[in-house]
């Protein structure tokens, strides 16, 4: 009887470790990993009629493009295969159009058996004419309120149309993984800003802080990092670029670049020098003297020489250590005004913290402001100091005596 038993409770053991009876197999699962939002101008800004009387602009209607990953052993396999490697694709994408976001995502029911699940989705890129006619809240609605999509998707805007950027990968490579993957690299190049997502978004667009988003463009067969869009805090909406160099520039100017490469020339023989950024560090203080605000920022770094295209008869020495040194300041203290120039004289809009310190040193003053602030700053002045510390001269016969 004890064996018979103990033959039952196996039983009813092993039919319990048969597997998940309500799951799906991946092969029948459209795994989504990345999405491209562009305007559809052909049918934006239309006026349709309101039942109750008058009219009203039918919202604008939006090209949503989703990329999917093909399952290791699905038809992908067969695919690979059966074609070159220099022209087989890990991924496809599919493109609605419709003025809602899900609406979109529902219509590719329509077209596809498998079942499509936000669960992996890594990247968000936003078209720059749908990013400037739109508040990027209304935008992100859908992807903030889907309880299938994390709030790590990272978002990025994009010169240009958005879906480009998924179309273009190298041989064997994902766009979406290879966009979210360049952000390891922010310790070797200025010219990739602190990843932004769903999660640290919110905040800025509810507080009406003005930020900045990874700007992203399709070049030959690849995409590439290129500045930065510039949202404003008060509408949420686009209102420029940095380039790379003014990206740079607020890089240095905020102290959030993790490392990276500081270049310039000599002017007296145009010889090349080399600076490679180890650490640096920025300070705003902002000054209040009779009812006029300024600022006041202190950059510094540590760093070491990668290249000085100088005679190798000559060698480093405290004078020559200390001109260089000055060089490489001059050149950060050019990108940084140069900046800071774009966002008070062009873009009217701060986001580079100057209201946050302001705020924080001086949280009278700032209450008088506030609602008014990206004026404001257009008109007020700012110093710098640039104190930069070549602590390594690199292996090399130059070395200082």
């Not at 196996?10 to 799951?23: D, H, I, Q, T």
Request: aromatic share 8%; charged share 25%.
């Amino acid at each position: 009887m004890k064996k018979w038993r103990l033959w039952i409770v196996l039983s009813v053991l092993c039919s319990l470790l048969s597997g998940c009876w309500s799951s799906t197999p991946i092969e029948e699962l459209n795994m989504q990993i990345g999405v491209a939002l562009d305007s559809a101008e052909e049918s934006g800004g239309e006026e349709v009629a309101n039942p109750e009387g008058g009219h009203h602009k039918k919202p604008e209607k939006i090209i949503s493009t989703y990329q999917f990953t093909i399952p290791q052993g699905s038809g992908g396999a067969v695919m690979k295969s059966s074609a070159s490697s220099s022209s087989f694709k890990n991924y496809y994408n599919m493109s609605e159009t419709s003025d809602s976001i899900f609406e979109a995502m529902r219509q590719l029911s329509l077209r596809t058996r498998r079942t499509p699940i936000g669960h992996h989705l890594k990247v968000i890129v936003i078209s720059e004419k749908l990013a400037r006619s739109n508040n990027l809240t209304k935008i992100i609605d859908f992807f903030t309120r889907d309880n299938d999509i994390r709030p790590s998707v990272m978002l990025f805007v994009s010169k240009g149309m958005a879906k480009d950027v998924l179309e273009n990968a190298l041989p064997g490579q994902t766009p979406a993984f290879v966009l979210e993957g360049i952000f390891n690299n922010r310790d070797r190049n200025m010219g990739i800003w602190e990843p932004v997502s769903l999660a640290k978004v919110v905040g800025p667009l509810q507080g009406k802080k003005s930020f900045l988003l990874q700007n992203v463009i399709p070049i030959d067969q690849e995409t590439k990092l290129s500045g930065a869009g510039v949202f404003n805090g008060g509408t949420g909406k686009l209102v420029g670029f940095l380039d790379e160099s003014e990206l740079e520039g607020m890089a240095w100017l905020t102290g959030k670049g993790l490392g990276g490469v500081l270049k310039t020339y000599n002017p007296e023989n145009n010889d090349l020098l080399t600076y490679e950024v180890k650490s640096m560090h920025s300070k705003i203080k902002a000054n209040v003297n009779n009812g006029q605000i300024s600022f006041n920022v202190k950059i510094k770094s540590t760093g070491r020489y990668a290249e000085v295209f100088a005679e190798k008869s000559k060698k480093l020495h405290d004078g020559i250590v200390k001109k260089d040194k000055a060089l490489l300041q001059k050149r950060v203290l050019e990108m940084v005004q140069t900046t800071v120039t774009k966002m008070q004289k062009e873009l009217h809009t701060e986001a580079a913290g100057f209201g946050t310190s302001l705020h924080n040193q001086h949280p009278a003053v700032w209450r008088s402001v506030k609602d008014n602030w990206d004026e404001t700053f257009s008109k007020i002045p700012i110093t710098y100091e640039v104190n930069l510390n070549i602590e390594e001269y690199g292996a090399s016969d130059t070395t200082a005596e």
